[in-house]
């Protein structure tokens, strides 16, 4: 939305000591968002009036011509290709260092003196295009140039000069007034100046119409929950024809293409009030009577751009007995669209349903400036001030032109006044410190509040423009005191409150305390990904797609399924990091949903209803490009480490899984904890076909809060040395060292620790046979040991490792 | 005879002044300090002066003996020391070996230092749902179905009718609903939002709510607030300024803006030539939300901001491209 400092002018005088730019600050910090400020005149700036004296053909080239071009005090040559040069034209030209745009494509760029194909040219015969006109003079070919019109035009003068093109513009963020239907209009933005800078707002005034009354304008509102207010006027004998220039500049300020003098009108009354009109060619209104209803779904509209649309059930038109003649508050129709030949119009000015414009408007995907303005809920008051003042110009234009009907005032407004009771107290409470009685009755009347304060309370009558949704309760009335009085004029002060009492979140602390733990001190990399899993990796694990919850608006197929599992899309971040690098940790800790499974957060206020399980999941990988043997046992240890860190017992279990090999399962009480393992080989490889291990592993964040424990209990020192061994023994190759462990660990409680250190097979070692060798250490809590119950125990082990695994000492 | 002693000492430092040898210090040694030394001499005459003079001699000698003793004791220390440097057998200039090394995200190390700042100021942090129900997202927020303030956050809608949250606010009333008031919590976490990737803009982002529920809470506590833990997470004072903005849970509703970073205020291509940047939109609890919590707002007020996390990790670490940050490119995550 356009705000014209030249248009507000019509109402109030601005500050004289406030730039546009200030005034643009001032909105900012007290009402809407300010995008930026555009100044008419800078933009032009070093483009003049030129007369074209003389055209030569440029010697060098079949589509250009040299002019030799009038700037008043002297004459320029300029090369130019324009096909519509003619000798005595006024032309816009652009001087060295005016910005233009080349074929009106591209960014803005200063413009240089230069040669073209040898000839010097001191500037440029611009097109409209290329200096940002083409709003104003939009009937152009391309390739021609902008040819200027008119009695008061003289060569030399500036452009903006010569076009009135002077006025300072607000480009204002139409998302920081979709709360405020009465800043859709010019006036309604002058009113917050008047009120932020204590300015006097002349009234809007509209004259009284006076017909002719030869015509009987008649309608029917078949539907009034959604047609607040219908008024239509009857006006004969207009003539279509271009607006004038300062209507037309008016509407280009603001961003609207002219048109013509009847649609320029309705659009300049949109853009003044905010309040859209509508107007028909009267000979085409079977009977000159009007019905509104809703549309049958499945109807056929043909709207005025040429379309036809089916029409959702539900959506509010305008008809007459015979047909659809537009689409309420929407788009108008073919069927009775204003033509060069129209004589009579009947002018619509109504208020409509905002829930249905939107519905019906979203339904068609079908945006337009009215309908944009109608779903903000517009005052049903507008009707009247807009078709009035709009009847006025249009009978200024066109002097031949006379009202032929009376006011049609169909009236439901739904909308009762609202008064609102606010104690002063509330106001002072909510800012955190004192307004001044005297400051919040002025502002309140600079917004053209009716009021009445009595017992320390304001009673507030809320004008008819702030009553279709914006304000409602005390707290609105709280905002609009303290914006105009200033947010920055409020003092900073940190609350006071009373200490409560510490909580830990175990889930979140354990979160934390994981995350740090995993990247500062094991080397894994920390991954954010997005919440859609990769579905050739969904294949390749071949997970079952209906498992995972689907995304009905997806942007892509790719972004289909929410993850179940977080590994997918760390596959995939590991394959793509392959590029750069060969050995890696990553790992993330996100949320995964399960469609099948009732999750712990409920879905409504009864708390009854629960969302899909979306647990966290916590889960790594490891890449290495040594073997599978020393990612996979480097994934268990940190595994065993973590796990050995929260105090959660456990049990392993072989797994089958389709992508991986060594897989196990870690249970803990019954329960599945994760799972590990390797991948696949085939499943990832690197572009050049070279080989990767990857060992995986994920994890059931949840389970691990449920069973973990942060807690620890220190072990007395031992009070008696410990000793140590070593022992290396042959066995079977098959042989498993967790089933060495437990027979070795079965045989004396002495034995406090053992680690293998060494296991090799080959030169030395009969075949089939490995050689495994481990520390033992021995400790007893009553007394120091002696070299001969170390020699006994060793002698025990070997000969249980000789007699279960026919194990020879090395 | 002081004289001489002083010969002694300034002859000494002369040999003395280029040694590195070590087998030369010693031989100087047993020359200056030996029995056969001068100095030895001197010794054995102070015996045979008159009594008067013996004892200032004999000091006189020692302390010149004690003073060539401690130059040889630290040329023998830097002689030592230069012989052991010699003797390594590595390079110490190279650069030094590091364990592999992990990183955090750059989101959780920025989220982390926000947690901090609220936690100093008494605010518990907590967490919820992703995949939320319209209810939740909306309806509880004071923006029922068709309220136009939906167009603004392009939403993924699911199938059930449930939806992936498109803020952090989802959280507001079910706090609300669990601990009553008074509250004071922060919820950081992932939100989605359904549109169109590029340089500035992500379908998936991090954001972080507060909410702080208490008697009597007001426009300048927030201020407030906001601004200590600005001025924690970006380690200076920071100016904010609060203009009007609309969100149909808040009410007053504004836009925080931080005075640039870059430009402080001067202006630059970051601020777009406005000197502030647009941080979060924060405002008083709207009554219609305090009650969906089941607070009584006549007896409660609060404040409620959503700090655009993702935002803040890319004005902190001057990040331009915000794909980079669920790329999961090693190369950009190791610098963190």
């Given at each position: 939305?356009?705000?014209?400092?030249?248009?507000?002018?019509?109402?109030l005088?601005?500050?004289?000591?406030?730039?546009?730019?200030?005034?643009?600050?001032?909105?900012?910090?007290s009402t809407?968002?300010?995008?930026?400020?555009?100044?008419?005149?800078?933009?032009?700036?070093?483009?003049?009036?030129?007369?074209?004296?003389?055209?030569?053909?440029?010697?060098?080239?079949?589509?250009?011509?040299?002019?030799?071009?009038?700037?008043?005090?002297?004459?320029?040559?300029?090369?130019?290709?324009?096909?519509?040069?003619?000798?005595?034209?006024?032309?816009?030209?652009?001087?060295?260092?005016?910005?233009?745009?080349?074929?009106?494509?591209?960014?803005?760029?200063?413009?240089?003196?230069?040669?073209?194909?040898?000839?010097?040219?001191?500037?440029?015969?611009?097109?409209?295009?290329?200096?940002?006109?083409?709003?104003?003079?939009?009937?152009?070919?391309?390739?021609?140039?902008?040819?200027?019109?008119?009695?008061?035009?003289?060569?030399?003068?500036?452009?903006?000069?010569?076009?009135?093109?002077?006025?300072?513009?607000?480009?204002?963020?139409?998302?920081?007034?979709?709360?405020r239907?009465d800043?859709?209009?010019?006036?309604g933005?002058?009113r917050e100046l008047a009120a932020i800078y204590k300015l006097k707002l002349?009234p809007?005034?509209?004259?009284?119409?006076?017909?002719?009354?030869?015509?009987?304008?008649?309608?029917?509102?078949?539907?009034?929950?959604?047609?607040?207010?219908?008024?239509?006027?009857?006006?004969?004998?207009?003539?279509?024809?271009?607006?004038?220039?300062?209507?037309?500049?008016?509407?280009?300020?603001?961003?609207?293409?002219?048109?013509?003098?009847?649609?320029?009108?309705?659009?300049?009354?949109?853009?003044?009030?905010?309040?859209?009109?509508?107007?028909?060619?009267?000979?085409?209104?079977?009977?000159?009577?009007?019905?509104?209803?809703?549309?049958?779904?499945?109807?056929?509209?043909?709207?005025?751009?040429?379309?036809?649309?089916?029409?959702?059930?539900?959506?509010?038109?305008?008809?007459?007995?015979?047909?659809?003649?537009?689409?309420?508050?929407?788009?108008?129709?073919?069927?009775?669209?204003?033509?060069?030949?129209?004589?009579?119009?009947?002018?619509?000015?109504?208020?409509?349903?905002?829930?249905?414009?939107?519905?019906?408007?979203?339904?068609?995907?079908?945006?337009?400036?009215?309908?944009?303005?109608?779903?903000?809920?517009?005052d049903?008051l507008?009707?009247?001030?807009?078709?009035?003042?709009?009847?006025?110009?249009?009978?200024?234009?066109?002097?031949?032109?006379?009202?032929?009907?009376?006011?049609?005032?169909?009236?439901?407004?739904?909308f009762k006044a609202i008064s609102i009771e606010v104690e002063e107290d509330l106001i002072n409470r909510r800012c955190g410190q004192i307004i001044q009685t005297a400051e919040i009755k002025s502002i309140l009347k600079r917004l053209e509040f009716d009021f009445r304060y009595q017992h320390k309370t304001f009673y507030i009558q809320v004008p008819s423009w702030r009553a279709t949704k914006d304000l409602s309760i005390a707290e609105d009335i709280v905002e609009e005191i303290a914006r105009i009085y200033g947010y920055n004029n409020i003092d900073?002060?940190?609350?006071?409150?009373?200490?409560?009492?510490?909580?830990?979140?175990?889930?979140?602390?354990?979160?934390?305390?994981?995350?740090?733990?995993?990247?500062?001190?094991?080397?894994?990399?920390?991954?954010?990904?997005?919440?859609?899993?990769?579905?050739?990796?969904?294949?390749?694990?071949?997970?079952?797609?209906?498992?995972?919850?689907?995304?009905?608006?997806?942007?892509?197929?790719?972004?289909?399924?929410?993850?179940?599992?977080?590994?997918?899309?760390?596959?995939?971040?590991?394959?793509?990091?392959?590029?750069?690098?060969?050995?890696?940790?990553?790992?993330?800790?996100?949320?995964?949903?399960?469609?099948?499974?009732?999750?712990?957060?409920?879905?409504?206020?009864?708390?009854?209803?629960?969302?899909?399980?979306?647990?966290?999941?916590?889960?790594?990988?490891?890449?290495?490009?040594?073997?599978?043997?020393?990612?996979?046992?480097?994934?268990?240890?940190?595994?065993?480490?973590?796990?050995?860190?929260?105090?959660?017992?456990?049990?392993?279990?072989?797994?089958?899984?389709?992508?991986?090999?060594?897989?196990?399962?870690?249970?803990?009480?019954?329960?599945?904890?994760?799972?590990?393992?390797?991948?696949?080989?085939?499943?990832?490889?690197?572009?050049?076909?070279?080989?990767?291990?990857?060992?995986?592993?994920?994890?059931?964040?949840?389970?691990?809060?449920?069973?973990?424990?942060?807690?620890?209990?220190?072990?007395?020192?031992?009070?008696?040395?410990?000793?140590?061994?070593?022992?290396?023994?042959?066995?079977?190759?098959?042989?498993?060292?967790?089933?060495?462990?437990?027979?070795?660990?079965?045989?004396?409680?002495?034995?406090?620790?053992?680690?293998?250190?060494?296991?090799?097979?080959?030169?030395?070692?009969?075949?089939?046979?490995?050689?495994?060798?481990?520390?033992?250490?021995?400790?007893?809590?009553?007394?120091?040991?002696?070299?001969?119950?170390?020699?006994?125990?060793?002698?025990?082990?070997?000969?249980?490792?000789?007699?279960?695994?026919?194990?020879?000492?090395? | 005879?002081?004289?001489?002693?002083?010969?002694?000492?300034?002859?000494?430092?002369?040999?003395?002044?280029?040694?590195?040898?070590?087998?030369?210090?010693?031989?100087?040694?047993?020359?200056?300090?030996?029995?056969?030394?001068?100095?030895?001499?001197?010794?054995?005459?102070?015996?045979?002066?008159?009594?008067?003079?013996?004892?200032?001699?004999?000091?006189?000698?020692?302390?010149?003996?004690?003073?060539?003793?401690?130059?040889?004791?630290?040329?023998?220390?830097?002689?030592?020391?230069?012989?052991?440097?010699?003797?390594?057998?590595?390079?110490?200039?190279?650069?030094?070996?590091?364990?592999?090394?992990?990183?955090?995200?750059?989101?959780?190390?920025?989220?982390?230092?926000?947690?901090?700042?609220?936690?100093?100021?008494?605010?518990?942090?907590?967490?919820?749902?992703?995949?939320?129900?319209?209810?939740?997202?909306?309806?509880?927020?004071?923006?029922?179905?068709?309220?136009?303030?939906?167009?603004?956050?392009?939403?993924?809608?699911?199938?059930?009718?449930?939806?992936?949250?498109?803020?952090?606010?989802?959280?507001?009333?079910?706090?609300?609903?669990?601990?009553?008031?008074?509250?004071?919590?922060?919820?950081?976490?992932?939100?989605?939002?359904?549109?169109?990737?590029?340089?500035?803009?992500?379908?998936?982002?991090?954001?972080?709510?507060?909410?702080?529920?208490?008697k009597d809470i007001n426009i300048g506590?927030?201020?407030?607030?906001?601004?200590?833990?600005?001025?924690?997470?970006?380690?200076?004072?920071?100016?904010?300024?609060?203009?009007p903005?609309?969100?149909?849970?808040?009410e007053p509703g504004?836009?925080?803006?931080?005075?640039?970073?870059?430009?402080?205020?001067?202006?630059?291509?970051?601020?777009?030539?406005?000197?502030?940047?647009?941080?979060?939109?924060?405002?008083l609890?709207h009554p219609?939300?305090?009650?969906?919590?089941?607070?009584?707002p006549a007896n409660?007020s609060?404040?409620?901001?959503?700090?655009?996390?993702?935002?803040?990790?890319?004005?902190?670490?001057?990040?331009?491209?915000?794909?980079?940050?669920?790329?999961?490119?090693?190369?950009?995550?190791?610098?963190?």
């Open positions: 939305m356009y705000l014209s400092l030249n248009w507000v002018k019509d109402w005088k601005l500050p004289k000591d406030a730039s546009p730019k200030d005034l643009a600050l001032a909105l900012t910090m809407v968002e300010v995008e930026e400020l555009i100044d008419q005149s800078a933009a032009l700036e070093n483009i003049i009036v030129g007369k074209v004296e003389e055209i030569a053909k440029h010697p060098n080239a079949d589509k250009l011509q040299v002019c030799q071009v009038n700037i008043g005090l002297s004459t320029e040559q300029i090369v130019c290709g324009g096909t519509n040069l003619s000798k005595g034209i006024l032309v816009a030209l652009a001087l060295p260092g005016a910005k233009v745009k080349w074929h009106g494509q591209g960014d803005y760029v200063q413009l240089d003196r230069t040669k073209i194909r040898g000839i010097e040219s001191q500037g440029m015969i611009a097109a409209a295009d290329e200096i940002g006109l083409e709003t104003l003079f939009p009937s152009f070919e391309s390739g021609e140039i902008l040819i200027l019109s008119g009695t008061k035009i003289k060569p030399g003068q500036s452009l903006a000069e010569a076009l009135e093109l002077n006025d300072q513009i607000i480009d204002i963020d139409n998302k920081s007034i979709n709360h239907p800043l859709w209009g010019q006036y933005l002058a002349a809007y005034k509209t004259p009284e119409i006076k017909s002719k009354n030869e015509l009987k304008l008649k309608a029917v509102v078949e539907d009034k929950e959604n047609c607040f207010r219908y008024q239509a006027l009857a006006i004969k004998n207009i003539s279509v024809a271009e607006s004038p220039w300062w209507l037309k500049n008016r509407l280009a300020a603001v961003g609207i293409r002219p048109i013509n003098n009847i649609v320029d009108v309705s659009n300049y009354l949109m853009y003044e009030l905010g309040q859209p009109l509508h107007a028909f060619d009267a000979k085409e209104i079977s009977g000159h009577k009007i019905i509104v209803k809703q549309a049958q779904k499945g109807d056929k509209f043909v709207s005025l751009d040429g379309q036809s649309r089916k029409l959702p059930a539900g959506a509010l038109m305008i008809a007459d007995k015979d047909k659809y003649v537009a689409l309420a508050g929407i788009i108008g129709g073919q069927n009775s669209e204003i033509s060069d030949q129209t004589k009579d119009i009947i002018l619509e000015s109504a208020n409509f349903r905002a829930v249905n414009i939107r519905r019906t408007s979203s339904a068609l995907g079908l945006r337009t400036e009215s309908s944009s303005r109608f779903e903000k809920s517009l049903p507008l009707t009247q001030l807009a078709i009035k003042r709009a009847a006025e110009l249009i009978l200024s234009l066109c002097p031949e032109a006379y009202v032929a009907s009376d006011l049609l005032d169909i009236d439901n407004n739904p900073p002060k940190l609350p006071l409150v009373s200490l409560e009492k510490p909580m830990v979140d175990i889930a979140l602390y354990t979160e934390r305390e994981l995350v740090k733990w995993l990247a500062l001190s094991q080397g894994y990399h920390q991954l954010m990904t997005y919440p859609f899993s990769d579905q050739s990796w969904i294949k390749k694990m071949e997970l079952d797609l209906s498992d995972h919850v689907k995304v009905k608006n997806a942007l892509s197929p790719e972004q289909t399924y929410l993850n179940l599992s977080l590994l997918p899309n760390l596959f995939k971040k590991a394959q793509e990091n392959l590029r750069w690098f060969d050995n890696f940790k990553i790992f993330e800790l996100e949320r995964v949903f399960d469609k099948k499974n009732k999750g712990v957060f409920h879905s409504d206020a009864s708390r009854k209803k629960f969302l899909p399980r979306q647990d966290k999941r916590l889960s790594g990988l490891e890449l290495s490009q040594k073997n599978q043997e020393e990612v996979f046992l480097s994934v268990k240890g940190l595994l065993e480490a973590l796990l050995e860190k929260l105090n959660i017992e456990y049990e392993l279990a072989e797994q089958k899984l389709p992508y991986g090999r060594f897989a196990y399962q870690i249970n803990t009480q019954e329960l599945a904890l994760g799972q590990f393992g390797i991948l696949d080989e085939n499943l990832l490889v690197k572009e050049n076909k070279a080989k990767v291990n990857v060992a995986f592993w994920d994890l059931d964040f949840a389970l691990l809060v449920k069973y973990l424990s942060w807690s620890k209990k220190h072990k007395a020192l031992p009070k008696f040395p410990a000793v140590y061994r070593d022992m290396a023994v042959i066995v079977s190759s098959q042989t498993a060292w967790r089933d060495l462990e437990k027979e070795i660990k079965k045989i004396n409680p002495l034995i406090r620790q053992l680690e293998p250190f060494d296991v090799f097979a080959g030169q030395g070692i009969e075949p089939g046979k490995k050689s495994v060798a481990f520390h033992l250490e021995f400790r007893s809590d009553e007394r120091t040991l002696l070299a001969e119950d170390i020699d006994k125990i060793m002698a025990e082990i070997l000969a249980i490792l000789v007699k279960k695994f026919e194990a020879k000492l090395r | 005879m002081e004289e001489d002693l002083k010969k002694i000492k300034d002859k000494l430092v002369q040999e003395i002044k280029d040694v590195s040898d070590s087998q030369f210090l010693a031989q100087l040694k047993t020359k200056y300090l030996g029995r056969k030394s001068e100095l030895a001499r001197f010794l054995k005459e102070v015996k045979n002066l008159a009594e008067e003079e013996r004892p200032r001699a004999g000091q006189l000698v020692n302390e010149v003996k004690k003073e060539l003793g401690d130059i040889f004791a630290s040329l023998e220390k830097a002689v030592k020391e230069k012989k052991a440097a010699a003797e390594t057998d590595f390079d110490p200039t190279m650069p030094g070996r590091r364990n592999a090394v992990g990183h955090l995200h750059p989101s959780t190390i920025v989220q982390y230092e926000v947690e901090e700042a609220f936690k100093q100021m008494g605010f518990m942090v907590y967490d919820g749902p992703q995949l939320e129900s319209d209810y939740y997202n909306f309806t509880a927020l004071n923006t029922p179905a068709d309220h136009p303030a939906r167009d603004s956050q392009d939403t993924f809608w699911l199938e059930g009718g449930w939806l992936l949250r498109s803020q952090t606010s989802n959280l507001q009333v079910r706090m609300l609903e669990k601990y009553g008031a008074p509250f004071r919590g922060i919820f950081p976490g992932r939100v989605f939002r359904n549109e169109a990737t590029d340089a500035s803009h992500e379908h998936t982002f991090y954001q972080l709510e507060g909410l702080m529920v208490d506590n927030l201020i407030a607030t906001m601004q200590a833990f600005l001025s924690l997470v970006f380690s200076k004072d920071v100016a904010v300024r609060l203009r903005g609309f969100f149909p849970f808040v504004f836009e925080m803006d931080i005075k640039c970073l870059i430009c402080d205020g001067a202006g630059c291509s970051v601020c777009k030539q406005s000197g502030w940047l647009e941080l979060m939109p924060c405002g609890v219609e939300v305090l009650k969906a919590g089941g607070i009584d409660y609060g404040f409620a901001f959503g700090l655009g996390l993702t935002r803040l990790v890319m004005m902190k670490y001057r990040i331009n491209d915000i794909r980079l940050l669920s790329s999961g490119d090693l190369r950009f995550l190791k610098q963190f």
